[in-house]
């Protein structure tokens, strides 16, 4: 079917400006199939229903909004764990910032320079899980994503890994356009934890592909933040084999236009997935667009969406999050719960849940609700004598603690407090 | 120490009046009870003192050591001094009980233009003082009173109390929803706090916490005024005869 001649524009004016890489190995099949689907789906637009919150322009343009990069934390993120970091200047890897990337029980390779080795478990995921999570909904940019990317990790987890993998990502040129594609195979019984920060370019298109054997875990925390002008489009797509796990968590503060969409496929019987995310917005030009889609499709699954979004003037906030239960996913669990603290009149919280059931023994629950700080509860922390900048912090704190809390580890979740309370003291009107 | 001079006030959205010229003195070293029906506007009469939202004052004024308290913020209130245990604690999911405290004392001192207290001397002051409570480091550790039982909520507000150390201390109700173990607890916390420069508003509708916080001078309030002053026998009379004689009384 032919595309509308405003899509069909689109697309061609994005991809005039890409090239598929000169020499793709081993992903040459998938980057040609991935681009086949771009050119049948098109660019996404305005009209088309998955976009109809958040305006996909900035992240189509032929050439990206210039972004100001802001000089770099004293204290990154993470900075006081031991981890194995990883970093990315504007989309493409640093090896000498980097640490070497020798860790027990977890292969790691640049995808640069993996397309010429002989890697077959990346070679059958690498764009696999993007194109089973094309349907029922469209993901062109994902799509766009594995035909272009240019660099990112394969990162395969054979056993439990003593220490986080941190994928750090630099931003210094105002103008850069980074395509990253990363790829993770947890095999039966492993464990890995994946750590991100960094605002990564002015434009940012990132995929990973998470893939958990039996018995495995995956554990994902990401803060996004720094740099007020950048726009990120990223995806995660996670398929969940038999009794294995998966959890991310991520943190947004800034960024112009953020769209984070994570699609999870529970493909076997009592997996977990939970995906949090807590954002905090401040201005008008704040976009951020979280989108689910979970699929039950074996039993006794359980999934959890937990979404908390602080918004004020005039910042917007979108969440989009579905659950899916397959025929057959019997016992499912399921919840969502996506909610705004609006702190005026002038932000928005727009959102659309959605369930979609066809299995006759799940519990599935979803809520959504927008609201202003509660008066009584600030009342009571002034009244102890705590100013009433110093009480919305803690009231705001206490909103998206649901969401914070699904960070399993302490001294992350500690760390992550920790900045939050410093950005909303900053940020104090 | 807290002057309460004809005191006027008014809900500010229906503009129904709910003190009506309300006059009363807390002197230092004194506990001073406030006994009334329901609907007599002891509840507004704490709130209108510690600052709460939705209270017009119409008429009159309150003075904690002199200093103008109803022109003050709330959190101004407290670091002057002025301490509201409230008749149902707000639960806080997500802050820690011991953040929330100390997040308190350090801002009262900073508006005082003390010192904060370093952590070590704070975490000894709160342990100390929750042990005096029957609050054990679980509770502690919780956010500001989730899941707590009635009990715990309002020893929690003793604890708080006692941490913030203030110089008038307004106790809204605080026996309601207790069972006696639990009251004797909370009022061993009170009793343990009375000294000759802290001065106690103690507003119940029973009797009953009189016999553990025994007061100086009890105060009968009706349709938002006082209207029988006397000693802790004023307490054992209305329990015997109820508030209807009292107010034919003063009619």
Same mark, same amino acid.
């Given at each position: 079917? /032919? #595309?509308?001649?405003?899509? @069909?524009?689109?697309?061609?004016?994005? !991809? =005039?400006? $890409? +090239?598929?890489?000169? &020499?793709?190995?081993?992903?040459?099949?998938?980057?040609?199939?991935?681009?086949?689907?771009?050119?049948?789906?098109?660019?996404?637009?305005?009209?088309?229903?998955?976009?109809?919150?958040?305006?996909?322009?900035?992240?189509?343009?032929?050439?990206?909004?210039?972004?100001?990069?802001?000089?770099?934390?004293?204290?990154?993120?993470?900075?006081?764990?031991?981890?194995?970091?990883?970093?990315?200047?504007?989309?493409?890897?640093?090896?000498?910032?980097?640490?070497?990337?020798?860790?027990?029980?977890?292969?790691?390779?640049?995808?640069?320079?993996?397309?010429?080795?002989?890697?077959?478990?990346?070679?059958?995921?690498?764009? /696999? #899980?993007?194109?089973?999570? @094309?349907?029922?909904?469209?993901?062109? !940019? =994902?799509? $766009? +994503?594995?035909?272009? &990317?240019?660099?990112?990790?394969?990162?395969?987890?054979?056993?439990?890994?003593?220490?986080?993998?941190?994928?750090?990502?630099?931003?210094?040129?105002?103008?850069?356009?980074?395509?990253?594609?990363?790829?993770?195979?947890?095999?039966?019984?492993?464990?890995?934890?994946?750590?991100?920060?960094?605002?990564?370019?002015?434009?940012?298109?990132?995929?990973?592909?998470?893939?958990?054997?039996?018995?495995?875990?995956?554990?994902?925390?990401?803060?996004?933040?720094?740099?007020?002008?950048?726009?990120?489009?990223?995806?995660?797509?996670?398929?969940?084999?038999?009794?294995?796990?998966?959890?991310?968590?991520?943190?947004?503060?800034?960024?112009?236009?953020?769209?984070?969409?994570?699609?999870?496929?529970?493909?076997?019987?009592?997996?977990?997935?939970?995906?949090?995310?807590?954002?905090?917005?401040?201005?008008?030009?704040?976009?951020?667009?979280?989108?689910?889609?979970?699929?039950?499709?074996?039993?006794?699954?359980?999934?959890?969406?937990?979404?908390?979004?602080?918004?004020?003037?005039?910042?917007?906030?979108?969440?989009?999050?579905?659950?899916?239960?397959?025929?057959?996913?019997?016992?499912?669990?399921?919840?969502?719960?996506?909610?705004?603290?609006?702190?005026?009149?002038?932000?928005?919280?727009?959102?659309?849940?959605?369930?979609?059931?066809?299995?006759?023994?799940?519990?599935?629950?979803?809520?959504?609700?927008?609201?202003?700080?509660?008066?009584?509860?600030?009342?009571?922390?002034?009244?102890?004598?705590?100013?009433?900048?110093?009480?919305?912090?803690?009231?705001?704190?206490?909103?998206?603690?649901?969401?914070?809390?699904?960070?399993?580890?302490?001294?992350?979740?500690?760390?992550?407090?920790?900045?939050?309370?410093?950005?909303?003291?900053?940020?104090?009107? | 120490?807290?002057?309460?001079?004809?005191?006027?006030?008014?809900?500010?959205?229906?503009?129904?009046?709910?003190?009506?010229?309300?006059?009363?003195?807390?002197?230092?070293?004194?506990?001073?009870?406030?006994?009334?029906?329901?609907?007599?506007?002891?509840?507004?009469?704490?709130?209108?003192?510690?600052?709460?939202?939705?209270?017009?004052?119409?008429?009159?004024?309150?003075?904690?050591?002199?200093?103008?308290?109803?022109?003050?913020?709330?959190?101004?209130?407290?670091?002057?001094?002025?301490?509201?245990?409230?008749?149902?604690?707000?639960?806080?999911?997500?802050?820690?009980?011991?953040?929330?405290?100390?997040?308190?004392?350090?801002?009262?001192?900073?508006?005082?233009?003390?010192?904060?207290?370093?952590?070590?001397?704070?975490?000894?002051?709160?342990?100390?003082?929750?042990?005096?409570?029957?609050?054990?480091?679980?509770?502690?550790?919780?956010?500001?009173?989730?899941?707590?039982?009635?009990?715990?909520?309002?020893?929690?507000?003793?604890?708080?109390?006692?941490?913030?150390?203030?110089?008038?201390?307004?106790?809204?109700?605080?026996?309601?929803?207790?069972?006696?173990?639990?009251?004797?607890?909370?009022?061993?916390?009170?009793?343990?706090?009375?000294?000759?420069?802290?001065?106690?508003?103690?507003?119940?509708?029973?009797?009953?916490?009189?016999?553990?916080?025994?007061?100086?001078?009890?105060?009968?309030?009706?349709?938002?005024?006082?209207?029988?002053?006397?000693?802790?026998?004023?307490?054992?009379?209305?329990?015997?005869?109820?508030?209807?004689?009292?107010?034919?009384?003063?009619?």
């Amino acid at each position: 079917m /032919a #595309l509308p001649q405003a899509k @069909q524009t689109a697309t061609e004016e994005r !991809l =005039a400006g $890409l +090239n598929l890489p000169a &020499a793709p190995g081993w992903t040459r099949p998938a980057r040609e199939a991935a681009l086949a689907r771009v050119q049948a789906m098109g660019m996404p637009g305005r009209r088309d229903e998955y976009w109809r919150f958040t305006n996909p322009a900035d992240f189509i343009s032929a050439v990206p909004v210039p972004a100001t990069h802001h000089a770099r934390q004293k204290v990154p993120v993470f900075d006081g764990m031991d981890r194995v970091r990883l970093v990315f200047v504007d989309g493409v890897f640093d090896p000498a910032a980097s640490d070497d990337p020798a860790l027990a029980g977890v292969e790691i390779t640049r995808l640069a320079e993996a397309q010429d080795q002989d890697i077959h478990w990346a070679a059958e995921l690498y764009g /696999a #899980l993007e194109a089973r999570g @094309q349907s029922p909904v469209a993901r062109p !940019l =994902a799509a $766009l +994503n594995t035909a272009f &990317a240019t660099d990112g990790v394969l990162i395969r987890a054979t056993g439990r890994a003593e220490k986080p993998v941190n994928l750090i990502y630099q931003h210094e040129s105002e103008t850069s356009d980074a395509i990253l594609h990363h790829v993770i195979k947890v095999e039966a019984g492993a464990d890995l934890t994946i750590l991100e920060n960094g605002p990564a370019a002015a434009r940012f298109n990132k995929v990973m592909e998470v893939d958990i054997a039996e018995g495995g875990a995956f554990h994902h925390v990401r803060v996004q933040g720094r740099d007020h002008d950048r726009r990120a489009a990223t995806h995660i797509f996670a398929r969940l084999g038999r009794e294995s796990m998966f959890k991310s968590f991520t943190m947004t503060a800034n960024g112009a236009l953020t769209r984070n969409e994570c699609v999870i496929e529970l493909a076997g019987d009592d997996g977990v997935a939970h995906v949090a995310g807590a954002c905090l917005g401040d201005g008008a030009d704040f976009h951020h667009d979280d989108t689910v889609f979970v699929t039950h499709d074996a039993e006794r699954c359980e999934s959890r969406q937990v979404f908390k979004k602080v918004l004020r003037n005039g910042a917007t906030g979108v969440f989009q999050g579905k659950i899916l239960v397959r025929p057959g996913a019997q016992k499912t669990d399921g919840y969502q719960i996506s909610q705004s603290l609006l702190l005026d009149e002038d932000s928005q919280f727009l959102v659309k849940p959605e369930l979609e059931i066809y299995a006759d023994d799940v519990a599935c629950s979803h809520g959504s609700t927008s609201g202003a700080i509660d008066e009584t509860a600030l009342f009571y922390l002034r009244s102890r004598g705590v100013p009433r900048s110093e009480a919305v912090d803690l009231m705001v704190l206490s909103f998206i603690a649901e969401a914070v809390e699904e960070i399993e580890s302490d001294q992350i979740r500690d760390e992550i407090v920790e900045r939050l309370s410093r950005w909303l003291a900053r940020h104090r009107r | 120490m807290l002057e309460i001079k004809n005191l006027r006030a008014s809900l500010e959205e229906e503009g129904k009046e709910i003190l009506k010229g309300l006059t009363l003195t807390v002197e230092a070293g004194k506990v001073h009870a406030i006994m009334g029906p329901n609907g007599s506007g002891k509840s507004t009469l704490s709130y209108v003192l510690a600052g709460r939202g939705g209270y017009e004052v119409t008429d009159g004024g309150a003075t904690l050591e002199g200093r103008d308290i109803l022109a003050m913020e709330p959190e101004e209130r407290a670091a002057a001094g002025l301490f509201l245990a409230f008749q149902y604690p707000v639960e806080i999911p997500g802050v820690g009980n011991m953040t929330f405290l100390r997040t308190a004392v350090n801002a009262q001192r900073r508006t005082r233009g003390e010192e904060e207290m370093d952590a070590a001397t704070f975490l000894k002051e709160v342990r100390a003082r929750a042990k005096e409570l029957k609050i054990d480091a679980e509770m502690l550790k919780r956010p500001v009173n989730m899941g707590f039982s009635g009990g715990e909520k309002k020893r929690n507000e003793i604890l708080q109390m006692a941490m913030l150390e203030p110089r008038v201390c307004i106790l809204d109700e605080t026996d309601s929803g207790l069972d006696v173990d639990a009251m004797k607890l909370v009022a061993d916390g009170v009793n343990a706090m009375r000294s000759p420069d802290r001065g106690f508003l103690v507003i119940t509708h029973y009797q009953r916490l009189l016999d553990h916080i025994v007061p100086d001078v009890v105060h009968i309030m009706v349709d938002g005024r006082i209207i029988k002053t006397g000693g802790p026998e004023l307490a054992l009379e209305v329990e015997k005869n109820g508030y209807a004689d009292l107010i034919e009384e003063a009619a």
